[in-house]
């Protein structure tokens, strides 16, 4: 307004509602910049390899001087309040990266996983910047308050902000809600807590995420910043629109197929005391490329309607692999199969149900989420599993062989038991016998359990108390399984030496090599380890003849 007085104040209000604005417009251009790189990438997949370079862009502070206009050389509630308005601008991007359905996705090529990485560190900014709002404003209201408390806590020469009469207020408690709610969701987001009860962390995430946007809201609301809060409920809300539609459409698209027989159910098999196999009817419409996992809700199993749970899709799916109904291993090509490690919890509900007799069970399909690797242009194949890892290195497997473009291929499994091996010999041996004359195929096992001195029987294969009490299964035709008796397969005992195993077979690759790994933390750093001190690594290592690497893991998750 022309000839009003200028103070610090209204420097600080017209401050805090340009500076989120000026983030948005950084955020828009990056993500701009990563779509098109995205689409670009795209374009050029079959010519180039190399990663597009990133730059970092500098932001600079605009403001000089180290004193406001009523020469105070440093505004508590000037530094607070920024951090305030700047955090309730980041709700929106906070809830999109914390999504399963999400633009950022569909622009970039980033997985969820991925984007799930980016919303837990984003989060954790986000608790500085609310703390240094709100821890602020607790010690401003504590300055305020009457002379009988500043015995306990004594008076600063900070500015106070905040009123007596506002203390206690509405908005200003809900405000220490969002804060305190917020903090208590990083504490149980944690991996070790999420490691040891992610059932826990489950639904306290859903309860103390809505607490925290429900809060965010009224408190922002007094200062006309709620518009930087409700998107949040919008997003979150068409994620969970898409999934309800895509579960209800796959739940019922076999009653409308003339195709599929809708009476034909689910089955979930023991195959040992921590492991099931989970057969699903593909629905129709239900598509996935390998490596891609879905989200699956069982009632009777799960505890409430909504709880999902991911697996990595342990099948392909290609219609053409079909040898008949009778084929042993069928399921890899024909259902939707998952290998579930029964822990605790959910994955250990499950194991009971199939141990009881209850085979058959009701389950919900939500997905395929996550991104498939492109190996199409690859010459040599590394894949890397450890335990139920395999299901996301078999569809790999079986999807490589078939297209038959790779000139070398390496699949390494480590198992504890041997008897782990009769659930997936006939999927090697489909991938083996469908691998043309010019794809070299290595399958090297390694069996981790102690105290066994001889290879195992490939006819004893599956032959513990837990096997033959399920002929059910078919399991005496499966015994004839002769994996172990083709060249190209290799059983050894003890933990892989990946440093040999990786560096051996880099040595003599040609053209671009990827690695895919799936298995425990361990597994994943060892053969990250075995990239980098090898003598291909290196910015110039391709420049001197070494073949180029791209790495692809997939952490074990929590279910």
Not at 77 to 91: C, E, I
Not at 383 to 395: D, N, Q
């Amino acid at each position: 307004m022309p000839g009003a007085k200028v103070t610090d104040k209204t420097i600080r209000v017209a401050l805090a509602k340009v500076y989120p604005k000026e983030i948005w417009y950084f955020l828009a251009s990056f993500i701009i910049f990563l779509s098109l790189v995205h689409f670009a990438s795209l374009l050029l997949a079959r010519l180039t390899r190399r990663p597009a370079p990133s730059s970092l862009t500098s932001v600079v502070d605009p403001e000089g001087g180290t004193t406001d206009l009523e020469g105070v050389k440093f505004d508590w509630s000037f530094y607070s309040n920024r951090a305030g308005t700047l955090a309730a601008s980041q709700f929106p991007l906070i809830t999109v990266l914390g999504t399963k359905n999400n633009v950022l996705t569909l622009l970039t090529g980033i997985s969820y996983e991925k984007m799930n990485n980016l919303h837990r560190m984003s989060a954790r900014v986000l608790l500085v910047l609310l703390w240094l709002h709100a821890g602020s404003k607790v010690s401003v209201a504590l300055s305020c308050l009457p002379p009988i408390i500043a015995l306990i806590y004594p008076p600063t020469n900070i500015p106070c902000s905040i009123t007596p009469d506002e203390i206690g207020t509405t908005w200003l408690n809900l405000g220490y809600v969002s804060v305190f709610a917020f903090s208590a969701l990083v504490l149980v987001s944690l991996r070790p807590v999420r490691a040891v009860a992610y059932e826990f962390f489950f639904y306290m995430h859903f309860i103390l995420a809505f607490l925290i946007l429900l809060g965010a809201y009224y408190h922002t609301v007094n200062f006309n910043f709620q518009q930087y809060v409700w998107p949040s409920f919008l997003v979150w809300g068409l994620d969970r629109f898409i999934r309800l539609i895509r579960v209800v459409v796959f739940k019922l698209s076999p009653h409308l197929s003339s195709a599929s027989d809708p009476s034909v159910t689910a089955r979930a098999d023991l195959l040992a005391p921590d492991l099931v196999r989970l057969r699903v009817p593909r629905p129709p419409g239900f598509s996935w490329s390998p490596g891609q996992l879905s989200y699956i809700i069982m009632p009777g199993v799960s505890r409430l309607p909504f709880e999902a749970h991911p697996f990595s899709i342990a099948s392909v799916h290609d219609g053409a692999m079909d040898g008949g109904n009778g084929e042993k291993g069928g399921e890899h090509w024909k259902e939707v199969v998952f290998l579930i490690n029964a822990q605790s919890g959910f994955t250990k509900r499950l194991a009971h149900a199939a141990q009881s007799g209850e085979a058959k069970v009701n389950v919900l399909l939500d997905g395929p989420y996550g991104c498939s690797p492109d190996l199409d242009g690859s010459d040599t194949v590394v894949l890397v599993a450890g335990g139920t890892g395999i299901s996301y290195t078999l569809p790999l497997l079986l999807s490589v062989a078939k297209k038959g473009r790779a000139r070398r291929v390496l699949f390494i499994w480590s198992i504890r038991d041997s008897s782990h091996l009769r659930w997936v010999s006939p999927a090697i041996i489909k991938a083996l016998s469908l691998a043309p004359a010019s794809m070299s195929i290595s399958v090297s096992i390694h069996i981790t359990r102690l105290g066994i001195e001889s290879p195992p029987n490939p006819l004893d294969i599956g032959s513990s108390p837990m096997a033959r009490s399920e002929e059910s299964l078919d399991t005496r035709a499966e015994k004839t399984v002769d994996l172990l008796h083709l060249r190209a397969v290799q059983v050894s005992y003890g933990r892989p030496d990946f440093q040999r195993l990786v560096h051996t077979e880099l040595e003599g690759a040609e053209g671009h090599t990827s690695v895919c790994v799936c298995g425990s933390q361990s597994i994943a750093k060892n053969v990250r380890s075995s990239l980098r001190v090898n003598p291909f690594a290196g910015p110039n290592s391709v420049l001197k003849g070494a073949p180029s690497v791209t790495l692809h893991v997939e952490a074990f998750g929590y279910a």
